[in-house]
């Protein structure tokens, strides 16, 4: 198979979960962040600015992109196109879009084969993207995969961390569901898909949402239950609006279930966290686990 070397463009929370993954697959890694700090990359990544990537992207073999999209478009491509062109052993990328690309389906399923239909700017920037990225790897023979994904959430960001420290909400909107997704299937699913590309062709669109798309309330409620502690008072959901910022009332303004039995299939995989209730009661148990062995000294 050749060297397997993987850069990954943004090693934030879903980055640096795909990077340990990768290295335990014998991946070569290393990943960006815009302005590397004291905080440490995974064991065995290596660590790089943003700006001084090009070398690492010229000498992939596999590229995934976290970064978000900005007004000018892509910032790796705006940053890194040339570096791109070098890649002469790039064999496959892996893009992280949003499920915000098919905008408001008044709670109706997309699949991956519905058409996008982004109703809000930035999902029309991650679509934008999207089209850029198949457009730069046109004729190259690079398998190209979307990966639309829903709210991701984990160790650390979830309704666990929520309700400790005290900002909870339980919003009374039982119409209105989300497709969320647990920070470790993501990993597993784009080195899964890295493992096993699809012909080159033609972008793959793969959805990274659990098979239970379900309201903000019950997850909290179930986080509640775990902890033992009451779940937060019910709120209207135009009260609630009235006190979100610009980007939280943005993500209420749309409604829809995304199906990914198919993406699944694909790849060959079940999600180890197939609703909120088994990637919660997970979250928790590592916790827990953590915390004896730290006493057991």
């Known amino acids: 198979m050749g060297e397997r070397r993987m850069v990954i463009l943004g090693l934030g929370y879903a980055g640096a979960a795909i990077a340990r993954a990768a290295r335990r697959a014998g991946f070569e890694v290393a990943g960006t962040r815009r302005a590397p700090g004291p905080e440490e990359a995974p064991p065995g990544v290596a660590l790089l600015p943003f700006a001084a990537a090009g070398e690492a992207i010229a000498a992939a073999s596999h590229l995934v992109i976290t970064a978000a999209p900005g007004e000018a478009g892509d910032p790796v491509l705006e940053a890194h196109r040339a570096a791109l062109a070098r890649a002469a052993g790039l064999r496959w990328v892996g893009y992280l879009s949003t499920t915000g690309v098919y905008g408001d389906r008044d709670g109706g399923w997309v699949e991956e084969t519905t058409p996008p239909a982004p109703g809000q700017e930035r999902g029309r920037r991650r679509l934008r993207a999207e089209q850029d990225w198949a457009a730069a790897l046109a004729g190259r023979g690079v398998a190209l995969d979307l990966f639309r994904t829903g709210g991701i959430y984990g160790p650390g960001r979830s309704a666990l961390d929520e309700l400790r420290a ?94 990914s039995g198919a993406t699944q299939a694909m790849l060959g995989l079940r999600w180890r966290h197939p609703t909120y209730r088994e990637g919660l009661a997970a979250i928790l148990a590592a916790e827990r686990g953590a915390a004896g062995n730290e006493g057991g000294g």
């Not at 899964?192 to 379900?214: G, I, N």
């Not at 409620?221 to 009332?249: C, D, H, I, T, Y």
Request: cysteine-free; charged content about 25%.
């Open 166 to 259: 005290g900002r909870a909400r339980r919003v009374d909107a039982p119409r209105h569901r989300f497709s969320r997704i647990h920070r470790d299937d993501i990993a597993a699913a784009v080195l899964a898909a890295a493992l096993r590309p699809a012909a080159p062709e033609m972008p793959r669109v793969l959805h990274l949402a659990d098979d239970l798309p379900s309201t903000g309330a019950e997850v909290m409620e179930e986080a509640a239950r775990l902890l033992g502690l009451p779940p937060p008072p019910l709120v209207p959901l135009e009260q609630a609006l009235a006190a979100m910022s610009p980007m939280g009332r943005s993500f209420w303004a749309e409604n829809r279930r995304v199906a």
